[in-house]
């Protein structure tokens, strides 16, 4: 087993499951056009959102790091004509490129990125009021992860779901003497998801396309 056959079946399943979609196969190719680093969720977990979102049919969903917007495009196609989503994003480029992206997928009515440090808009958002939201999903820089689940929690109420992407990174999160801060971040917010008593958690190992990483999932008491 090895990475070349999950490739093969991650395309496999996204060849039966994800039928062509113009608006994220633009998305996809603002990416390479726009210098864009291609670090975006994989087809099949941005179904996976989208799964996620319906399930726990969200009206509000809020996303910290929305780079071209692919994600961002995947779990708002699920909301209702009523929801919104709010996307945090430091670099004005991508916000940019993500705007774009979501208005040709005629999402813009329901979506707002709002650009800055992340660690700055989300006490913004508790100051407005702007939550509960019902379904939080954390892919920004992973040194503060832990500080964003943190901001999450004061973002939710009992059964919002909380999603972390990048949290096991290859398989690094395995070694106490790692010393790259995105697994360092991992391994932190990992520790403190699993001691939190207010949510039930646990994390999906995710193989196909990308990196070898994993999602965290985590449903708040
Ligand atoms: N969710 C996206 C991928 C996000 S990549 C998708 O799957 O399509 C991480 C994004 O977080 C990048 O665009 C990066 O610019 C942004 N980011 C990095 N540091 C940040 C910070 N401190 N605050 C907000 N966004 C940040
Ligand atoms: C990185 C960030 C991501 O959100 C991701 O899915 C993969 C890699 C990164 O910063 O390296
Ligand atoms: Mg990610």
Redesign the pocket.
Known sequence: MDQKIFEAVDRYISDLFIPPDESLAAAEQSHSLENIPQ???SPNLGKLLYLFARLSKAKKIL??????????IWMAKALPEDGRLVS????PH?AEVARKNIDRAGLSSKVEIRV????DLLPELVDEKAGPFDMI?I???KP?YTEYFEWSLKLSNSGTLIIA?NVIRDGKVLDQNQEDPMVQGAQRFNKALAANRNVSATILQTIGVKEYDGMAIAIVE
Not at 63 to 72: D, I, P, R
């Open positions: 670090i975006n969720v996303e910290v790091g929305t780079l071209a917007g692919y994600s961002t945090l994003e430091i670099d991508h800055g440090k992340a660690i999903f892919d920004a820089d503060p992407d």
